[in-house]
Nanobody, 115 residues
Framework: QVQLVESGGGLVQPGGSLRLSCAASGSISTFTAMAWYRRAPGKQRDLVASIHNDGNTHYVDSVKGRFAIARDLAKRTLYLQMNSLKSEDTALYYC?????????WGQGTQVTVSS
Protein backbone atom coordinates (compact mmCIF):
# COMPACT_ATOMS: atom_id res chain seq x y z
CA GLN A 1 0.00 0.00 0.00
CA VAL A 2 1.27 3.45 -0.98
CA GLN A 3 0.24 6.45 1.09
CA LEU A 4 0.52 9.99 -0.24
CA VAL A 5 0.10 13.15 1.83
CA GLU A 6 -0.06 16.57 0.20
CA SER A 7 0.84 19.83 1.89
CA GLY A 8 1.73 23.41 1.05
CA GLY A 9 -1.59 24.69 -0.18
CA GLY A 10 -3.04 27.98 0.91
CA LEU A 11 -4.28 31.40 -0.12
CA VAL A 12 -2.03 33.40 -2.43
CA GLN A 13 -2.38 36.56 -4.49
CA PRO A 14 -2.45 36.49 -8.28
CA GLY A 15 1.12 36.48 -9.55
CA GLY A 16 2.36 34.84 -6.39
CA SER A 17 4.10 31.53 -5.87
CA LEU A 18 3.44 28.38 -3.90
CA ARG A 19 5.26 25.07 -3.51
CA LEU A 20 3.23 21.94 -2.98
CA SER A 21 4.73 18.82 -1.43
CA CYS A 22 3.65 15.21 -1.58
CA ALA A 23 5.21 12.86 0.96
CA ALA A 24 5.16 9.20 0.02
CA SER A 25 5.34 6.19 2.30
CA GLY A 26 7.51 4.22 -0.11
CA SER A 27 10.57 4.72 -2.24
CA ILE A 28 9.42 6.91 -5.10
CA SER A 29 12.35 5.76 -7.20
CA THR A 30 10.40 2.55 -7.76
CA PHE A 31 7.24 4.35 -8.92
CA THR A 32 6.44 4.19 -12.61
CA ALA A 33 5.32 7.81 -12.56
CA MET A 34 4.06 10.55 -10.30
CA ALA A 35 1.76 13.43 -11.06
CA TRP A 36 -0.22 16.37 -9.81
CA TYR A 37 -3.91 16.69 -10.62
CA ARG A 38 -6.38 19.38 -9.68
CA ARG A 39 -10.13 19.72 -9.37
CA ALA A 40 -11.90 23.05 -9.39
CA PRO A 41 -15.40 23.28 -7.89
CA GLY A 42 -17.95 21.71 -10.19
CA LYS A 43 -15.31 20.44 -12.60
CA GLN A 44 -13.56 17.18 -13.30
CA ARG A 45 -10.15 16.27 -12.00
CA ASP A 46 -7.52 17.18 -14.59
CA LEU A 47 -3.84 16.40 -14.98
CA VAL A 48 -1.55 19.33 -14.21
CA ALA A 49 1.93 17.85 -14.43
CA SER A 50 3.56 14.45 -14.41
CA ILE A 51 7.02 12.99 -14.17
CA HIS A 52 8.03 9.54 -15.31
CA ASN A 53 10.72 7.56 -13.54
CA ASP A 54 12.98 8.14 -16.54
CA GLY A 55 12.77 11.88 -15.88
CA ASN A 56 10.39 12.80 -18.68
CA THR A 57 7.88 15.46 -17.67
CA HIS A 58 4.55 16.63 -18.99
CA TYR A 59 2.61 19.82 -18.29
CA VAL A 60 -0.85 20.83 -19.26
CA ASP A 61 -0.71 23.80 -21.63
CA SER A 62 -2.26 26.19 -19.14
CA VAL A 63 0.65 25.83 -16.69
CA LYS A 64 3.61 25.50 -19.04
CA GLY A 65 6.33 27.95 -18.13
CA ARG A 66 4.75 28.63 -14.74
CA PHE A 67 4.76 25.30 -12.90
CA ALA A 68 7.58 22.82 -12.39
CA ILE A 69 7.35 19.26 -11.12
CA ALA A 70 10.30 17.71 -9.31
CA ARG A 71 11.23 14.86 -7.00
CA ASP A 72 13.52 14.43 -4.02
CA LEU A 73 14.24 10.73 -3.83
CA ALA A 74 15.99 10.91 -0.47
CA LYS A 75 13.04 12.70 1.11
CA ARG A 76 10.52 10.53 -0.74
CA THR A 77 8.75 13.70 -1.78
CA LEU A 78 7.19 15.04 -4.96
CA TYR A 79 6.99 18.81 -5.43
CA LEU A 80 5.03 21.20 -7.57
CA GLN A 81 6.53 24.67 -7.79
CA MET A 82 3.78 27.05 -8.83
CA ASN A 83 4.74 30.52 -10.06
CA SER A 84 2.80 33.38 -11.62
CA LEU A 85 -0.37 31.99 -10.13
CA LYS A 86 -3.71 32.94 -11.63
CA SER A 87 -7.22 32.80 -10.26
CA GLU A 88 -7.87 29.96 -12.71
CA ASP A 89 -5.36 27.86 -10.77
CA THR A 90 -7.68 27.76 -7.77
CA ALA A 91 -8.46 24.11 -7.10
CA LEU A 92 -7.94 21.15 -4.85
CA TYR A 93 -4.59 19.70 -5.87
CA TYR A 94 -3.98 15.96 -5.66
CA CYS A 95 -0.76 14.00 -5.72
CA UNK A 96 -0.81 10.66 -7.49
CA UNK A 97 1.59 7.81 -7.97
CA UNK A 98 1.53 5.08 -10.55
CA UNK A 99 3.10 1.90 -9.27
CA UNK A 100 3.17 -0.65 -12.03
CA UNK A 101 -0.46 -0.43 -13.19
CA UNK A 102 -1.98 0.70 -9.90
CA UNK A 103 -2.72 4.36 -9.19
CA UNK A 104 -2.62 5.85 -5.70
CA TRP A 105 -4.00 9.20 -4.59
CA GLY A 106 -3.52 11.63 -1.76
CA GLN A 107 -6.36 13.50 -0.07
CA GLY A 108 -5.55 16.81 -1.69
CA THR A 109 -4.41 20.27 -0.65
CA GLN A 110 -6.40 23.41 -1.40
CA VAL A 111 -4.89 26.21 -3.45
CA THR A 112 -6.80 29.46 -3.63
CA VAL A 113 -5.55 32.33 -5.78
CA SER A 114 -7.38 35.53 -4.97
CA SER A 115 -6.85 39.20 -4.28
Amino acid sequence: QVQLVESGGGLVQPGGSLRLSCAASGSISTFTAMAWYRRAPGKQRDLVASIHNDGNTHYVDSVKGRFAIARDLAKRTLYLQMNSLKSEDTALYYCSALVSRTAYWGQGTQVTVSS
